[in-house]
């Protein structure tokens, strides 16, 4: 977050006195399009070339891209991550879905394929933790996730979320990202009774996401 930073005082610095902080963070905290506006602000040079662009949004979106061709999984769960609410992003929303994006187009089943030992099943499971685990401490080396005190939910900065979306509107997957966060959410809510309490409770800002950012989808709508 330390470019967000810079970028932000280089903006204020170069607008004073007519801008403040505050001001800033009242014209940051309008609306998605215009936190996207001051992030692709290019204010000159910080501590880098004059030739490279200082907009924090095409820096993490070079980081994406190099994540998605280094760790494809790591940037799956970096793209499916960024549709939820950023606080207490549960681990069973993320870890070892039942389905996954194909990324020349839509929504596809993991097929098991085939029959297969108990010893077969044992050591895939075991193989797809490890591999969650390893997307995991990808995303986190680079602070674009944090793991709570209670080691079962994830936190992703605002900033990270939206720079996530913006990266996959260019890339054409954001309705598709979007469909699978849907899902995902559906599966996990249970019916509304009261033993169900605590857990429809915990997802309910996530719900509440959802709403905020409507697929064009039919299906995904209902």
């Known amino acids: ?6 970028q932000a005082a280089a903006y204020i610095r170069q607008r004073a006195p007519r801008c403040s902080v505050q001001q800033y ?7 998605d399009k215009k936190k996207t506006s001051l992030l692709n602000y290019n204010g000159g040079r910080l501590w880098r070339d004059d ?3 200082n907009a924090i949004l095409i ?10 061709h280094a760790r494809r999984l790591a940037a799956d769960l970096l793209s499916l991550m960024s549709f939820f609410d950023w ?3 549960p681990e069973a929303l993320v870890r070892g879905q039942s389905r996954t994006v194909n990324r020349h187009g839509g929504v596809g089943a993991i097929s098991a394929g085939g029959e297969n030992s108990d010893s077969d099943n044992s050591e895939s499971e075991a193989s797809v933790d490890d591999g969650f685990e390893e997307d995991i401490l990808t995303l986190r080396s680079y602070l674009f996730i944090a793991l709570t005190t209670d080691k079962t939910t994830f936190d992703m900065h605002r900033l990270v979320q939206l720079a996530t979306r ?7 997957q954001l309705e598709t990202w979007k469909e699978q966060y849907i899902n995902n959410l559906c599966t996990a809510f249970l019916i509304g009774e009261h033993e169900n309490r605590a857990q429809c409770q915990a997802l309910f800002p996530h719900a509440k996401s959802a709403l905020s950012q409507p697929p064009k989808s039919e299906e995904s709508l209902k």
């Open 166 to 172: 913006k990266w996959l509107e260019g890339q054409g």
């Open 87 to 89: 606080q207490g992003i």
């Open 51 to 53: 030739e490279v662009k």
């Open 59 to 68: 820096t993490w979106q070079i980081l994406f891209n190099y994540i998605l």
């Open 1 to 6: 977050m330390l470019l967000a930073l810079v």
């Open 25 to 31: 963070l009242e014209e940051f905290y309008k609306s």
